[in-house]
Structure formats: structure tokens, C-alpha cells
Nanobody, 115 residues
Framework: QVQLVESGGGLVQPGGSLRLSCEAS????????VGWYRQAPGKERELVAI???????NYADSVKGRFIISRDIAKKAVYLQMNSLIPEDTAVYYC?????????WGKGTQVTISS
């Protein structure tokens, strides 16, 4: 088993930035892919950004050019740098790790964009 713990959420004004962190209890190299998803109230969970091992990162169209996913293998961590935030980015953000057909999820961190 592996646990994923997100942090870094909060309340920020439109145009601001946040950096989310996801710390894993084991090496993130166990995953074929890591990523971030989000779920806004009344909506389904959606992909934000994914980073396959040895592959190309991919972003939702709504966040391209504003968000950057990265990882630090030594720290067993995955990050999401979020810039130029807009109210539509308000959601609970979840860290995800995929190992073959198994998905691991964190409990999420709330991000609220409001003036």
C-alpha cells in the first residue's frame, strides 16, 4: 500500500498563484504515471495534469500555460504550480498515482479562488 498526502491549498485572489504538493509514503517510481485531478462542487472529477514515467506531460486545455506539474523523486513528491488563477479553478485537488491498473488517491486539498 501507499499513501498520498496533498498540501498547499488555500484561498487566493484571482491572478494569484499556489503550489500544491503531494507526498508519497513510498517511492513515486512505483507509479507508471502521477498526476493531479480536481473536482468542483456539482461536477465530476477531471484531469488537470499528468506525468507518465519517461513520457510527455499532458495538461487539460483549461490550465495549459498556467499550471506546471513536476516531481522530485528523492523527496517522493509531486507538485502542481498554479499561476494566473481564476475563479473557475476553485475545486478540491487530488493527487493520483497509477500503478498498472491500480489508482491511488490522496484525500484532496481545497483550492478557492475568490476576491
Amino acid at each position: 500500500q501507499v499513501q498520498l498526502v496533498e498540501s498547499g491549498g488555500g484561498l487566493v485572489q484571482p491572478g494569484g498563484s499556489l503550489r500544491l504538493s503531494c507526498e508519497a509514503s513510498r517511492s513515486i517510481l512505483m507509479f507508471n504515471m502521477v498526476g493531479w485531478y480536481r473536482q468542483a462542487p456539482g461536477k465530476e472529477r477531471e484531469l488537470v495534469a499528468i506525468m507518465p514515467n519517461g513520457g510527455t506531460t499532458n495538461y487539460a486545455d483549461s490550465v495549459k500555460g498556467r499550471f506546471i506539474i513536476s516531481r522530485d523523486i528523492a523527496k517522493k513528491a509531486v507538485y502542481l504550480q498554479m499561476n494566473s488563477l481564476i475563479p473557475e479553478d476553485t475545486a478540491v485537488y487530488y493527487c493520483n498515482g497509477k500503478q498498472s491498473t491500480v489508482n491511488y488517491w490522496g484525500k484532496g486539498t481545497q483550492v478557492t479562488i475568490s476576491s
